[in-house]
């Protein structure tokens, strides 16, 4: 089975940056999507990003701007770079695999890996 381990989370200032990293184990999908989500509590599962294989990537209007997603494809992994943070981006911020996912939309159910989550706080 895939496994995606997030890493990167931390406390951070009011505008500060943060790069959220999110490996991925071998898999022999050439098409696929990978997806930042994020949840705090009492809040249901946000969407952030999303990146296809051929780096094609979608945002939240939330994040657009700030955020941005990319993919290392040597190391086999994906980060999540944040600027310009605010208060309401603290949550625990998830990875999301959909192998073989070809419109990458952001939405939880189509990704069926997910990790274990990173914790951002801003304040």
């Known amino acids: 089975d895939v496994q995606l381990v997030e890493s990167g989370g931390d406390s951070v200032e009011v505008g500060g940056s943060l790069r959220l990293s999110c490996g991925v184990s071998s898999h022999t999908y050439r098409q696929y999507c990978i997806a930042w989500f994020r949840q705090t509590p009492g809040k249901g599962r946000e969407a952030v990003a999303s990146?296809?294989?051929?780096?094609?990537?979608r945002y939240s209007p939330s994040v657009k701007g700030r955020f941005t997603i990319s993919e290392d494809k040597s190391e086999r992994s994906f980060a999540l770079q944040m600027n310009s943070l605010q208060p309401e981006d603290t949550a625990l911020y998830y990875c999301?695999?959909?192998?073989?996912?070809?419109?990458?939309?952001?939405?939880?159910?189509?990704?069926?890996?997910w990790g274990q989550g990173t914790q951002v706080t801003v304040s």
């Open positions: 999301a695999a959909d192998l073989g996912g070809r419109d990458c939309y952001l939405t939880a159910y189509l990704y069926n890996h």
């Open positions: 990146i296809r294989s051929d780096g094609m990537t």
